[in-house]
């Protein structure tokens, strides 16, 4: 009998007609049940009757994806025209070729542009203060690796992105890396324990392997956005708390204010008075990113509790480089 040889896969971004909202990921089956087990969740409205089978022809004007589901050579290996069409024939193929499955999707904006994988992660294992469980990162590193694969998916369209989703999805690339860095060398009680940390090629997007260097320094850094610099935690004591929520499009301005004030006002960090301070070294070591301000004082006094004078003196704390759980 002949594979079947294509999958189209239309899944609606919005809800569905019941009220009910699914969003769907397909690589193996193990990567399903992951991406079920963090994201799938429905949500009756008792305002809508249940859906009457088959499902309604998609409206004009209404979003679906296109699901291709291949085989390690690129040939489709079936077909579904539902969701729980597909859902059944992905069991179905477990216990032969599935395991082997690559994927070539349209992959819904919920992921690499929402990143709620990420998001989901990020409520379960980390705490309000910023303390990351890495053995609870460790226990869900299928979760993490399925994002990783959203990532580099996201990445093939990074050109039709807006400012504002180019910095979200890097933001949340560096420290998605970063806890996969951690992960691959845990337990360590510092990143430094890690030979060259921000240098290991271990990702690749594109036809690039990078490293947490090159998204930095080479693409973060150049997007004159000076506050990444409390957004992108380098998993320990002294940076930047790691957010337990994930940067997007629409909460960037607010996430990027909060995380810089929340920077400043911790005093393990940066202990700041009106005549006086003692910054972080991020200050010192990413001076030249704060130019574009009349002097270092402005950018401060625009995100700190206390306005500082233009003649206060200043030094710089000692950085703690212990892991940030």
Not at 116 to 133: H, R
């Amino acid at each position: 009998m002949t594979l079947i040889r294509t999958l189209i896969l239309f899944v609606a971004l919005g809800l569905f007609s019941c009220g009910t909202k699914k969003e769907v990921v397909k690589n193996t089956s193990q990567d399903k049940a992951v991406i079920d087990s963090l994201i799938i969740t429905k949500v009756p409205d008792a305002t809508m009757p249940p859906p009457p089978p088959p499902p309604p022809i998609p409206e004009e004007g209404e979003i679906f994806e296109m699901i291709e589901v291949t085989d390690d050579k690129g040939t489709t290996i079936a077909e579904a025209e539902s969701l729980d069409e597909a859902k059944e024939l992905m069991k179905e193929k477990q216990n032969d070729s599935i395991n082997d499955l690559s994927f070539h999707q349209n992959i819904s904006k919920r992921f690499y542009e929402n990143h709620e994988i990420w998001e989901a992660l990020l409520k379960k294992y980390v705490t309000e203060d910023g303390s990351v469980n890495y053995k609870g990162f460790q226990k869900d590193a299928k979760g993490l690796a399925v994002y990783i694969k959203m990532l580099k998916m996201g990445f093939s369209k990074i050109n039709d992105y807006s400012q504002e989703e180019k910095l979200a999805f890097w933001i949340n690339a560096y420290n998605a890396l970063t806890v996969d860095l951690i992960l691959r060398n845990y337990p360590i009680k510092s990143i430094k324990d890690i030979k060259d940390p921000w240098d290991q090629r271990l990702w690749k997007f594109g036809d690039k392997c990078l490293n947490l260097n090159d998204i930095e320094h080479k693409i973060l850094r150049k997007m004159n956005e000076p506050r990444i610099h409390f957004a992108i935690v380098c998993a320990s004591e002294s940076c930047p708390k790691l957010q337990n929520e994930a940067f997007t499009a629409s909460n960037l301005e607010t996430l990027l204010t909060n995380s810089t004030k929340e920077f400043l006002s911790d005093s393990s960090k940066n202990e700041i008075s009106t005549n006086r301070i003692r910054l972080s070294k991020i200050f010192k070591w990413f001076a030249k990113d704060f130019k574009q301000y009349r002097n270092l004082i402005d950018f401060l006094n625009l995100y700190s509790e206390v306005q500082i004078s233009d003649t206060a003196s200043k030094s710089f704390k000692d950085y703690n480089w212990d892991l940030n759980e």
